[in-house]
């Protein structure tokens, strides 16, 4: 299995980045995926999830702000972030949660710059 992210790039302050994940090479489907962000020196940190059950969550910076959807092979997940700030400059990885085995995959990260 494979997490293929893709999206990244740079942005002035206030534009707009989708951020997509697939995972590849897998039938087992993955209801639980997410996008976690790091900066340099930084934990790594939450952006948003969909749950076990399927609902999207989001910490409070990316509320209001960012989207998280999936396609309807529930492997492939976006992150639709608006109104970017110089904050959310950071490395930003994809997630998945085999639900069978509990094993973590990654994906190789994709930058996000926000310029002022």
């Known amino acids: 299995v494979q997490l293929q992210a893709s999206g990244g790039g740079s942005v002035q302050a206030g534009g707009s980045l989708r951020l997509s994940c697939a995972a590849e090479g897998t039938v087992i489907r993955f209801p639980v995926m997410r996008w976690l962000r790091q900066v340099p020196g930084n934990p790594r940190e939450l952006v948003a999830s969909f749950t076990s059950d399927g609902i999207a969550h989001y910490e409070d910076f990316a509320k209001g702000r960012f989207i998280l959807s999936r396609d309807k092979d529930q492997n492939t997940i976006h992150l639709q972030m608006s109104n970017l700030k110089s904050a959310d400059t950071a490395v930003y990885y994809c997630?998945?949660?085999?639900?069978?085995?509990?094993?973590?995959?990654w994906g190789q990260g994709t930058l996000v710059t926000v310029s002022s």
């Open positions: 997630y998945a949660l085999n639900p069978l085995t509990l094993q973590q995959y």
